[in-house]
């Protein structure tokens, strides 16, 4: 049986699940439904018998969270692959097949964004299975999801019969149908012979590639170029910037799928969402009798069909009376909004970033390549943080101008460089960081560490900062 | 012209406006409308020419917030008696009154709760004035307030006429009606002759004891033992419990009020609330013309009639869509409501008690006599705190069994007691308070003093402490 690598392009930061997805951590990296992340989910669902050590592609700025979550999971990625900026799907999955190919032409690929939920991960795996066969001869194979409603959110793959049964057969795949309005997506879901686009690909290295030389052509030599021109560091590539930006920012239904002649689909009734927005998690969610959906200390009283969720910081949630409502709190944030209106979350961010609101963009737990830190109090002229640090990490040697710190280890132990003094600090051990000082803050044991970082000064900002060492390679 | 004593009633902590008014700081000493909070607005309100200091009734738990918001807006209290326990509003006003007699038997007292809303000022203050000749006189006066309409949640005063005019003159009041049901209450608007019970009265010291005298001499001997026997404290004077204890529990309405004939009414149209729940702060706040209030940072978006604040930790809130919904956000809960069931808040606050949420009684600042702090985070064996200590204010010389401390200044000056020494700290000087060691933390400066505590241990409640010396009399 051929191996088929699982593609997982994890890159995007969508602001339809704001406050909980933003664009310093977006929703795929979020425990929005079930205990695991989306982008863990994804990973997990696509791997045991027949598939490979995942691809994933991913930016810059969420490479060591992609780490840290497949770590989570015991999982080691084949490759990360690090896009300079997003130029849509096309050139995502060209590099992909393009990387692939030097090691198994011949192999399969599955391109899968890794947002969405399938709560039946087996049956995933069948239907990939099942789809295998047509992918090794060349087809181009999708997924098609059994609509359940006319919805206008997504594409829609039309057969070319009414599929008789959803036992996971490839079909033939008429063409693609972009996002319809309401009128035309219920005629479609009537005439029965509609699928949803999954935006879900399986098919051979050498097919993929092929159909990029005939329909996409121009995307060829940049994206190779990015690949034979990228760096590696640490364990990523970074594809060349300059020659990706030369890429078509193009998705791949229009790049290839919706100019290609070898298609085919295979249907897949067992459950999916894109979560696109609050109503679809409140739809994936485990709702009780009366429609409501808890998570978190979160304490609904009399209220129908409405979404109560309490993140990531104990803050006491309660809903009196409420119908259709969507409340999401988090330490630094809180959204409540009629369900209907889910789609307008993305205009809530716009609002709060013409106001230059933080929360807009920033997530209250920063991650770092070592960790994490959090803001715990802002004052005139004093900050204190929380900061993680990860068995073996270590931040960068540095100074500041404008502050002094004081630390406090309160779990596992520390390795501290202050000027040309290094110490371990243990659990309830403090230093003092003077103003100008050059250290650095390492965790040399087995547990997490983490300290109470106490700043004063009369400037406060993350820029205050002159790195002169750093094994992450940044400026 | 007889000089007028405010006797300002604010001993109550209500749940209808949870999360903002909670056990330990209820609504009235919280900026719910406007700049300053209800017991300063209501003090404020009260002063000026004709009226004296005022005489405040509140509880043990209240008293150091009480001195703290008079000395904020720059009022002395006359006196503060304190209550060893809630025993309605009859053992109270008469506690006042036999207060007041040893000073000026025939003085006019004016009693008022603390948790109102009177816009304006000034029209208030006309009133009372027109109610002083009949109190002068002998006559117990009362507001009663014009109904807007026909509200349950109120008593009602029956005039013996309709009142020709609202300019604030003296009538004879017929009777006070208790709370209605809905068509009753509609029935008394449509009638005109009825006003609402305020709770608000205007005697004469000598009026109101022999009143007491002749409807509820039961009263007398334990208020007045309460007083002989009370214990002059810090500035307060603690009356005795005991005493106090054998008092009737009963309003002084029952008591006195629905007993006595000498009953004038002076009529009120100028605006008055008691905030009685949320959809009155709603009423009372400053709304665009979608019917929309918002305060801090709250954003809403297409919403209708809608109350949307942010209070006292920047939590940015936003709103999308809504109607008839109140959301009120703090650091540490979140209510969200349908307008309708702003009264089932009450029943929000049972819930949250029942499964043991501290947010259900306790405030994130935790108000002390020398100042607050508040939890930052919560570890297994950590804690961190922010710690806010008064000008020239000290707490308890202490010791702990199970925790160390580092203590580091980020605002202020700060005076340590540690063991056997004494030293002075500066804005980012810190020390560290090893488990055992006897220490205090005072501010002996002209600035508050702020200072960030880091808990270390294995146990680290509230009730860890041992306490040698507090000049709060505390155990």
Redesign the interface.
């Known amino acids: 049986m051929t191996t088929i690598t699982p593609v997982l392009l994890c890159g995007g930061s969508g602001t339809r699940l704001w406050?909980l997805s933003r664009k310093s951590y977006p929703k795929q990296f979020v425990p929005l439904v079930g205990d695991t992340t989306l982008f863990q989910a994804s990973a997990q669902r696509l791997s045991g018998d027949g598939f490979g050590a995942p691809l994933v592609l991913t930016n810059s700025d969420f490479r060591f969270i992609v780490t840290e979550q497949l770590a989570e999971i015991g999982m080691d990625p084949g490759a990360i692959l690090i896009e300079p900026e997003g130029r849509n799907t096309a050139p995502a999955v060209l590099a992909a097949a393009l990387w692939l190919e030097k090691s198994d032409p011949n192999g399969l690929m599955l391109v899968a964004p890794s947002d969405h939920v399938v709560p039946d991960a087996p049956a995933f795996r069948a239907a990939v299975q099942a789809g295998a066969k047509a992918a090794l001869e060349g087809e181009l194979v999708t997924f098609g999801i059994k609509p359940t409603h006319g919805e206008t959110g997504y594409g829609y793959l039309e057969l070319a019969e009414d599929p008789e049964s959803f036992d996971a057969q490839p079909l033939r795949l008429n063409r693609f149908v972009e996002k319809p309005d309401a009128a035309r997506a219920d005629d479609m879901v009537k005439a029965g012979n509609f699928l949803w686009n999954a935006g879900i690909f399986l098919f051979s290295v050498r097919a993929i590639i092929d159909a990029f030389m005939a329909h996409a052509p121009n995307l060829m030599t940049p994206v190779q170029t990015s690949i034979d021109e990228g760096k590696p560091d640490l364990g990523f590539l970074r594809l060349d910037p300059q020659a990706w930006g030369e890429a078509e920012d193009i998705s791949i239904d229009y790049a290839v799928m919706e100019r290609a002649d070898n298609l085919s689909v295979v249907p897949f009734s067992a459950g999916w969402s894109d979560l696109g927005g609050w109503d679809a998690v409140w739809r994936e969610s485990n709702r009780d009798d009366r429609g409501v959906a808890t998570s978190g200390?979160a304490?609904a009283?009399?209220c129908d069909d409405t979404l109560?969720r309490?993140e990531d910081g104990?803050?006491?949630?309660?809903?009196?009376?409420?119908?259709n409502?969507i409340?999401v709190?988090m330490?630094?944030?809180?959204?409540?909004?009629?369900a209907?209106?889910a789609q307008?979350?993305k205009?809530?961010v716009a609002?709060?970033k013409s106001?230059k609101?933080k929360?807009a963009t920033a997530f209250p737990k920063d991650h770092r390549p070592w960790g994490w830190f959090e803001s715990?109090?802002i004052?005139?002229?004093?900050q204190?943080k929380?900061i993680m640090v990860h068995p073996g990490a270590s931040l960068s040697l540095q100074s500041h101008h404008h502050r002094?710190e004081?630390w406090?280890v309160?779990?596992g132990t520390a390795k501290i460089t202050l000027d040309d003094e290094i110490k371990l600090l243990g659990?309830?051990q403090?230093v003092?960081i003077p103003l100008g000082a050059v250290h650095r803050m390492e965790n040399p044991g087995k547990v997490p560490m983490?300290l109470?970082e106490?700043q004063?000064g009369t400037y406060l900002g993350e820029d205050d900062i002159i790195r002169y060492e750093d094994v992450y390679a940044r400026d």
């Open positions: 406050p200390p304490t009283l009399d109560l309490s104990g803050l006491e949630v309660v809903g009196i009376g409420l119908k409502i409340t709190a330490p630094d944030a809180v959204l409540v909004a009629d209907s209106r307008d979350v205009n809530a609002a709060l106001k609101a929360q715990l109090v004052g005139e002229r004093f204190v929380r002094s004081h406090i309160v779990e659990e309830n403090s003092y983490v109470i106490v004063t």
